[in-house]
């Protein structure tokens, strides 16, 4: 699992109130993504890291912001949760061995909001 | 833009069928192929990759081949089981830059005994 933990793992919460979900990874990876996963839609990019302080936004960042204040936390901000919001979230790193890339995901957090 | 399109499911099988998910992908230039596997309740991972044409990836039974005339990278197994219902997600990035993947929207694959 490339020693990454996502917390917490189930969230409820209402309508206007900011969350925030926490991935962390304890092998030092530079690259870190946000995506949310919805019927019908896949997997969709939020925010991404290419490493501390540095982000960019994915094809879906509306209403999200995210900060990498150190290179093993990636945190994703709802600042005004909405119910078009509830969605299961999912971390992932991208490890690299030379050409090797591939991501590893951790195992989500489902949000509802209210 | 780069964008990959898979077929929509559910794809429903008995035990013992065979597998394909087809997957198509359009790219500015040479992108690195993958297939992902999602398993109930559990985040994404690897099942097998190519990184150029006319290599085939491999992994658990399952196969798929690069394929740059057609622009595919469509996932086969000869003899599916129970255990292999999944959602099952192709993708692909692009050498150089920043390091976006772009994934499909995922087929579900449910495995009948």
């Known amino acids: 699992d490339a020693g990454i933990t996502q917390s917490p793992r189930h969230k409820v919460t209402e309508t206007g109130t900011p969350v925030t979900l926490r991935c962390h990874q304890t092998?030092?990876?530079?690259?870190m993504y946000w995506y949310r996963q919805d019927p019908g839609h896949g997997l969709r990019l939020i925010h991404y890291?290419?490493?501390?302080?540095?982000?960019d936004k994915g094809e879906v960042s509306d209403g999200y912001s995210v900060s990498r204040s150190k290179t093993e936390d990636f945190l994703l901000t709802l600042e005004s949760a909405t119910s078009s919001q509830t969605s299961v979230y999912f971390c992932?790193?991208?490890?690299?061995?030379?050409?090797?890339?591939?991501?590893?995901f951790g195992s989500g957090t489902q949000l509802s909001v209210l | 833009g780069n964008s990959v399109t898979q077929m929509e499911g559910p794809v429903t099988l008995s035990e013992e069928a065979f597998l394909t998910i087809n997957c198509t992908y359009t790219?500015?230039?040479?992108?690195?192929l993958f297939w992902y596997v999602q398993y109930p309740g559990e985040g994404l991972q690897l099942l097998l990759k190519?990184?150029?044409?006319?290599d085939k990836g491999s992994n658990k039974g399952f196969e798929a081949t690069y394929r740059k005339e057609t622009t595919s990278f469509h996932l086969e197994k000869g003899s599916v089981q129970v255990s292999d219902s999944a959602v099952y997600f192709c993708?692909?990035?692009?050498?150089?830059?920043?390091?976006?993947?772009?994934f499909g929207r995922g087929t579900s694959l449910i495995v009948h005994p």
């Open positions: 092998e030092n990876h530079r690259y």
């Open positions: 890291s290419y490493g501390v302080k540095d982000t």
């Open positions: 993708a692909l990035s692009l050498a150089g830059g920043s390091y976006i993947p772009t």
């Open positions: 992932a790193i991208k490890a690299a061995q030379g050409t090797n890339e591939k991501l590893f």
């Open positions: 190519a990184t150029k044409a006319d």
């Open positions: 790219a500015t230039g040479y992108p690195s």
